[in-house]
């Protein structure tokens, strides 16, 4: 059985108003707003009533006439004119059976399944993860891992920025520290490693903002490594291969896989038949020695009134063409990225591509996807989207930063989750278990970030997020590892689930809106939901746990029924979490 509850109330609902005659757009369906009274409440019998000219309570009882054969629910009309409706026991039983058996119950699996690449990390070679990189991963893992929920066909791409002028700015700051030498012929090499790239990258990041030569010389070798030329695709490959493997590292410890460790380099293959379908369709032009695309719409780049000559054009909306080469015929990150999409469709004909990046880069995937479309190269139907995120900021407001007030690398926010968890687990007397400490920290990462709605900012609250109460991955954890062992006491002795308390009630009920939170969730593209209704549950299972004995009571019966219906949350909980990305530990 599904826990399609709503479907069911739609479908009874819209039988009854065909019946009586009623427009049927004026069904609604909402959770009830006193939870001791009823599930669900429609209030459909104020419109109708203004909209025939009849008394509304009239409406209602009719309504609830044509509804008291339902199987599953009872409904009642309420004053002034609320059709409330709830639950049958033996219905919440059924549930709750489903869901032991099997807790994809709680999933609606779409009739449509399609393939769908999803890219995110998105980590840049040669520079080490910061605090900008930390969002993409965590959503981007739990997006995919919904998606296969859904049975959808689903590859994840870390598209790592390897393409770009970082690499030619860092091989040539290297170059002229001395580290290269073997690569030219000219004496022998100096051992680089990830320190080295840490230091000589911002370096020369420094450097081209002031020195134009040097600038110059980094554009120059950024092209030779795109035209594959010797020794720099050697020392580029080599780079490459060092960053990467820290890269990997940090993304396990986030519990975030890859199915494709691809980089922008991948697309190298595609990047002239790519310029080369916007040349023949004529869409491209020169600006200023570069190949550019037009991309704007009506209504975009209407130039603003100049006050003098001097002063630079402006524009109201203003949409920039997108630039796919460069003066000295370099590939930029656009180019990249639309070859991309040409490697992908031709690799896996995606139905849908998610782009799982900070909101700042919207423009950019506008003009993206814009000319990718204009090309033909992403065919009409494909739905190319970018979940743009927002900013994880500091308890002053603005993006999260050391104290000096330097970006935080991204190792250093996963020390702080695990010295954080270790203390916690410290004061509830687990010491010595560095993998409890990890999986605890990183629960409290993730849920402090996805129980927020994908677009918006958040504080980055350590203490918050960590705590073993109130919404936080942490107490999901903890009320499932204390299931976990009650269960072990109990002998998993577990029977046939009855309702009898409101407690048992209300977990049934937080579970069949569990199941509406995955179909919200998806549809968002946005686990907040997911995560209200994680805690929601785990509060109903607290509240059965401290009013209910379980391994006392005396009732065989019974007993089995509350170790069956712990089980079912602690299913439940677990298939949450895991959808989100975090571990449930057994015991914590
Ligand atoms: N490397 C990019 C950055 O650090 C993010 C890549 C996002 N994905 C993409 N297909 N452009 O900003």
Same mark, same amino acid.
Request: charged share 30%.
């Given at each position: 059985?599904?826990?399609?509850?709503?479907?069911?109330?739609?479908?009874?609902?819209?039988?009854?108003?065909?019946?009586?005659?009623?427009?049927?757009?004026?069904?609604?369906?909402?959770?009830?707003?006193?939870?001791?009274?009823?599930?669900?409440?429609?209030? $459909?019998?104020?419109?109708?009533?203004?909209?025939?000219?009849?008394?509304?309570?009239?409406?209602?009882?009719?309504?609830?006439?044509?509804?008291?054969?339902?199987?599953?629910?009872?409904?009642?009309?309420?004053?002034?004119?609320?059709?409330?409706?709830?639950?049958?026991?033996?219905?919440?039983?059924?549930?709750?059976?489903?869901?032991?058996?099997?807790?994809?119950?709680?999933?609606?699996?779409?009739?449509?399944?399609?393939?769908?690449?999803?890219?995110?990390?998105?980590?840049?070679?040669?520079?080490?993860?910061?605090?900008?990189?930390?969002?993409?991963?965590?959503?981007?893992?739990?997006?995919?891992?919904?998606?296969?929920?859904?049975?959808?066909?689903?590859?994840?791409?870390?598209?790592?920025?390897?393409?770009?002028?970082?690499?030619?700015?860092?091989?040539?700051?290297?170059?002229?520290?001395?580290?290269?030498?073997?690569?030219?012929?000219?004496?022998?090499?100096?051992?680089?490693?990830?320190?080295?790239?840490?230091?000589?990258?911002?370096?020369?990041?420094?450097?081209?903002?002031?020195?134009?030569?040097?600038?110059?010389?980094?554009?120059?070798?950024?092209?030779?490594?795109?035209?594959?030329?010797?020794?720099?695709?050697?020392?580029?490959?080599?780079? /490459?291969?060092?960053?990467?493997?820290?890269?990997?590292?940090?993304?396990?410890?986030?519990?975030?896989?890859?199915?494709?460790?691809?980089?922008?380099?991948?697309?190298?293959?595609?990047?002239?038949?790519?310029?080369?379908?916007?040349?023949?369709?004529?869409?491209? /032009?020169?600006?200023?020695?570069?190949?550019?695309?037009?991309?704007?719409?009506?209504?975009?780049?209407?130039?603003?009134?100049?006050?003098?000559?001097?002063?630079?054009?402006?524009?109201? #909306?203003?949409?920039?063409?997108?630039?796919?080469?460069?003066?000295?015929?370099?590939?930029?990150?656009?180019?990249?990225? &639309?070859?991309?999409?040409?490697?992908? #469709?031709?690799?896996? +004909?995606?139905?849908?591509?998610?782009?799982?990046?900070?909101?700042?880069?919207?423009?950019?995937?506008? /003009?993206?996807?814009?000319?990718?479309?204009?090309?033909?190269?992403?065919?009409?139907?494909?739905?190319?989207?970018?979940?743009?995120?927002?900013?994880?900021?500091?308890?002053?407001?603005?993006?999260?930063?050391?104290?000096?007030?330097?970006?935080?690398?991204?190792?250093?926010?996963?020390?702080?989750?695990?010295?954080? $968890?270790?203390?916690?687990?410290?004061?509830?007397?687990?010491?010595? +278990?560095?993998?409890?400490?990890?999986?605890?920290?990183?629960?409290?990462?993730?849920?402090?970030?996805?129980?927020?709605?994908?677009?918006?900012?958040?504080?980055?609250?350590?203490?918050?997020?960590?705590?073993?109460?109130?919404?936080?991955?942490?107490?999901?954890?903890?009320?499932?590892?204390? &299931?976990?062992?009650?269960?072990?006491?109990?002998?998993?002795?577990?029977?046939?689930?009855?309702?009898?308390?409101?407690?048992?009630?209300?977990?049934?009920?937080?579970?069949?809106?569990?199941?509406?939170?995955?179909?919200?969730?998806?549809?968002?593209?946005?686990?907040?939901?997911?995560?209200?209704?994680?805690?929601?549950?785990?509060?109903?299972?607290?509240?059965?746990?401290?009013?209910?004995?379980?391994?006392?009571?005396?009732?065989?019966?019974?007993?089995?029924?509350?170790?069956?219906?712990?089980?079912?949350?602690?299913?439940?909980?677990?298939?949450?979490?895991?959808?989100?990305?975090?571990?449930?530990?057994?015991?914590?």
């Amino acid at each position: 059985m599904a826990l399609i509850v709503k479907d069911i109330l739609y479908k009874k609902l819209e039988k009854a108003f065909e019946k009586l005659g009623y427009d049927k757009e004026l069904i609604t369906i909402a959770y009830a707003n006193k939870p001791e009274v009823a599930d669900y409440q429609c209030n $459909s019998a104020f419109a109708i009533a203004k909209k025939v000219g009849k008394n509304p309570v009239e409406i209602a009882t009719k309504i609830a006439e044509e509804l008291s054969t339902a199987e599953e629910f009872d409904a009642v009309v309420s004053m002034p004119a609320f059709i409330n409706i709830k639950l049958k026991d033996e219905f919440l039983m059924q549930v709750a059976e489903a869901v032991l058996e099997d807790e994809e119950s709680l999933i609606k699996k779409p009739e449509r399944k399609m393939t769908v690449v999803l890219d995110y990390g998105g980590a840049n070679v040669a520079k080490e993860l910061h605090i900008g990189h930390l969002r993409s991963p965590i959503i981007g893992e739990a997006l995919y891992r919904l998606y296969k929920l859904m049975g959808h066909n689903v590859i994840s791409d870390t598209h790592l920025g390897d393409w770009g002028l970082q690499m030619g700015l860092t091989i040539a700051q290297l170059e002229e520290d001395g580290y290269l030498e073997g690569y030219f012929g000219r004496g022998k090499n100096k051992e680089i490693t990830l320190d080295t790239l840490n230091e000589e990258y911002p370096k020369a990041s420094k450097r081209k903002a002031v020195e134009e030569a040097f600038k110059q010389k980094a554009e120059k070798y950024t092209v030779y490594i795109q035209k594959k030329q010797e020794p720099f695709w050697t020392i580029y490959t080599d780079i /490459r291969n060092l960053s990467v493997e820290k890269i990997k590292d940090n993304y396990l410890t986030l519990g975030c896989h890859f199915d494709l460790w691809y980089g922008e380099s991948n697309a190298y293959p595609y990047i002239n038949k790519t310029v080369q379908i916007f040349k023949d369709k004529g869409l491209t /032009r020169e600006y200023e020695g570069a190949l550019v695309v037009d991309v704007a719409l009506e209504g975009e780049n209407i130039p603003i009134e100049r006050k003098s000559e001097d002063e630079p054009q402006r524009y109201k #909306n203003p949409m920039p063409p997108v630039k796919i080469k460069t003066h000295d015929d370099a590939d930029v990150y656009a180019t990249t990225d &639309i070859a991309t999409i040409m490697m992908r #469709n031709k690799d896996y +004909n995606p139905d849908r591509i998610l782009y799982i990046v900070d909101f700042r880069q919207g423009q950019h995937f506008t /003009r993206v996807f814009r000319a990718t479309k204009m090309a033909g190269i992403s065919p009409k139907e494909q739905e190319l989207i970018h979940i743009a995120y927002g900013t994880m900021n500091g308890a002053d407001g603005k993006p999260f930063k050391t104290r000096s007030g330097e970006t935080v690398k991204l190792q250093d926010i996963i020390d702080m989750l695990y010295e954080k $968890s270790s203390q916690r687990l410290a004061e509830n007397g687990i010491t010595d +278990n560095p993998e409890l400490a990890m999986q605890i920290g990183v629960a409290s990462m993730k849920f402090g970030d996805l129980s927020n709605v994908v677009s918006k900012d958040y504080v980055f609250d350590l203490d918050k997020f960590s705590s073993f109460e109130g919404r936080t991955g942490p107490y999901i954890q903890y009320t499932g590892a204390r &299931i976990n062992s009650l269960l072990e006491k109990g002998e998993n002795n577990i029977g046939k689930i009855y309702v009898s308390s409101n407690e048992e009630r209300n977990i049934i009920v937080n579970l069949i809106k569990m199941y509406d939170s995955f179909v919200t969730s998806y549809n968002d593209n946005s686990l907040n939901s997911l995560c209200m209704s994680l805690y929601n549950l785990a509060s109903a299972y607290s509240l059965f746990y401290n009013n209910i004995k379980v391994l006392s009571e005396k009732d065989e019966t019974k007993k089995k029924s509350y170790l069956a219906l712990s089980k079912v949350v602690l299913k439940a909980l677990k298939l949450g979490l895991n959808t989100l990305g975090i571990d449930m530990p057994n015991k914590m």
